[in-house]
């Protein structure tokens, strides 16, 4: 069972992008997920998570920018960012809970300039 996380980048302050976590080599749909994030010199922090009732969660911090979503015929969930600010800046994970078991993706950079 894998969790591939993709859409990371460079954008400028302001702009947006969208992180992908698709779960593959699994016979279970995602229930519940979260995404996390490391900060240069900080530790892994939840920025949002989605529970198997699509009751959602945010963080302070990115409440109002940030939308999590799933897609559960891709078996896919979706972090949407918008208004980026240069302390978005880190390594984004993905975390699913398929069949009983968490299972932590490898990460993807989001880089903000400003």
């Known amino acids: 069972v894998q969790l591939q996380a993709s859409g990371g980048g460079l954008v400028q302050a302001g702009g947006s992008l969208r992180l992908s976590c698709a779960a593959s080599?699994?016979?279970?749909?995602?229930?519940?997920a979260g995404w996390y994030r490391r900060a240069p010199g900080k530790q892994r922090e939840l920025v949002a998570r989605?529970?198997?009732?699509?009751?959602?969660y945010y963080t302070d911090p990115v409440k109002g920018r940030f939308t999590i979503s799933r897609d559960n015929a891709k078996n896919t969930v979706y972090l949407q960012m918008d208004s980026l600010k240069p302390e978005d800046t880190g390594v984004y994970y993905c975390?699913?809970?398929?069949?009983?078991?968490?299972?932590w993706g490898q990460g993807t950079q989001v880089t903000v300039s400003s």
């Open positions: 989605i529970s198997s009732g699509q009751y959602t």
């Open positions: 975390r699913a809970e398929l069949g009983g078991n968490w299972i």
């Open positions: 080599g699994s016979i279970f749909s995602i229930n519940a």
